[in-house]
């Protein structure tokens, strides 16, 4: 079942990245990846540390290995092979976190339930911002360094390589995102819930526990303050809990009260759990899920809360494995409270609403998905017309028409003879030797 659901997972990515995804970098490529890496890697001039130099808030640095990897192998600059590593890549998280609860014999009984929101959250266009563009490899990244640290945790809690393990790769974390900032402090909720339920080698837990959090608050400071990103935080406390609940509401939305049935399983059901000292190692697995998940709509509500209208594609597999964890939580309280009728309902809800909301949006999903690749031709037109005849013109075009929002400095880009080479021979109609 396990392999039969990630290959699934696997072949439905691929249908949308091979039907969807174009050879022409976008946007945020053009500078961070061409300009500021494979072209030095091609001049010779790179640095380890430019590996992870900032870009934006966050230092990418798994990112720019697998860029770099991918240009060694491939021979070129080319968005629709990066996108194609991303299958593999987006389909080792839904591997890994099967993997560890099927190790702590987990999926018995009626918890195979979860299996079809699993596969539902890693197949479905509404993360088609990150599925088409290579370069957004750094959620797939960040998402399964915390599966594994999470899992690391709950498997090996007081061995000291595990521990070790968890702090490099809540470390890799923080290279990864500006976000990555809450694996760490997730990892430590995970080992305070096991002090919680077995209440042994407390001073061993925290110590760690704090080794983390240090980690997290150290990294925090490192994060630079952008002033022109400053316009989409959220302003006010009002304006911050608006924007929270309607992300957790998120795929059903607008509404911001489903908030509650879809989030409040993992919260009603681990507090029962622990209290009846029935946690078991699948729960405090998912519980560091859900723990990470929830903390990243916090972060998202605070930092892109101003006027929040709706959660941006790019931003929802942030909440996968959290809503994964909510269905999980859900049939574990059926399980262990049936004679709790009215929670039981209320918590079995997150069932019809996750199937009604992604039901819902998968045509508004596909209509988004087929925009973003008319637009891609479109562009992919434009920059093969430019390298073509040199006339600026094919470059002065509306948004979305060029692949960069600045077709001044698209064009300065595109002149770099280095820059050229890099492009795919489809796009630079130069032969790659």
């Not at 590996?51 to 991918?70: D, G, M, Q």
């Not at 987990?106 to 599925?131: C, D, H, R």
């Amino acid at each position: 079942m396990t392999t039969f659901s990630v290959s699934l997972i696997i072949l439905i990515r691929y249908h949308f990245v091979n039907h969807y995804a174009m050879p022409i970098p976008f946007w945020d490529e053009w500078d961070s990846e061409g300009d500021l890496l494979l072209r030095p890697w091609v001049d010779g001039t790179l640095k380890i540390s430019d590996l992870w130099k900032l870009h934006n808030e966050h230092r990418i640095f798994p990112t720019r290995l697998l860029s770099l990897a991918s240009y060694i192998v491939n021979g070129q600059w080319n968005n629709l092979v990066s996108a194609r590593i991303n299958i593999i890549l987006a389909a080792t998280i839904p591997a890994s976190l099967l993997g560890f609860l099927i190790r702590f014999n987990g999926l018995n009984s009626y918890k195979w339930i979860i299996l079809p929101v699993l596969i539902a959250q890693f197949t479905l266009p509404f993360s088609f911002e990150n599925m088409l563009v290579g370069f957004q490899s750094q959620f797939y990244f960040l998402i399964l360094f915390t599966v594994i640290a999470v899992g690391l945790a709950v498997t090996y809690p007081q061995k000291a390589v595990a521990n070790v393990f968890v702090l490099v790769l809540c470390l890799l974390s923080i290279l990864t995102m500006a976000s990555g900032i809450l694996t760490p402090m997730a990892v430590a909720g995970v080992y305070l819930l096991h002090w919680l339920d077995k209440q042994e080698k407390a001073l061993q837990h925290f110590l760690f526990i704090a080794t983390l959090v240090i980690v997290a608050g150290t990294a925090y400071m490192q994060i630079p303050h952008i002033a022109a990103h400053h316009i989409y935080r959220a302003r006010s406390i009002s304006e911050w809990t608006h924007s929270f609940l309607r992300i957790l509401s998120w795929p059903v939305g607008p509404h911001n009260w489903i908030a509650a049935p879809l989030w409040s399983p993992g919260l009603i059901a681990v507090s029962f759990l622990l209290r009846n000292k029935k946690l078991s190692k699948s729960d405090l697995f998912m519980a560091g899920c859900y723990m990470w998940s929830f903390a990243q709509a916090i972060a998202i509500a605070y930092g892109r809360g101003q006027e929040l209208s709706s959660v941006p594609s790019r931003y929802t597999e942030l909440l996968s494995i959290g809503l994964v964890a909510n269905a999980w939580f859900a049939i574990r309280f059926m399980e262990e409270y049936k004679k709790r009728k009215w929670q039981k309902y209320f918590i079995l809800a997150i069932f019809p609403l996750f199937l009604h909301g992604h039901k819902k949006r998968f045509k508004f999903d596909m209509e988004d998905i087929h925009r973003v690749y008319r637009h891609s031709v479109i562009q992919t037109d434009n920059v093969t017309k430019y390298l073509k005849t040199h006339n600026p013109v094919y470059l002065q075009q509306p948004a979305m028409h060029i692949p960069y929002p600045d077709s001044i400095r698209l064009k300065q880009l595109l002149d770099n003879p280095t820059i050229r080479r890099l492009l795919p021979p489809e796009i630079s109609g130069s032969k790659h030797i």
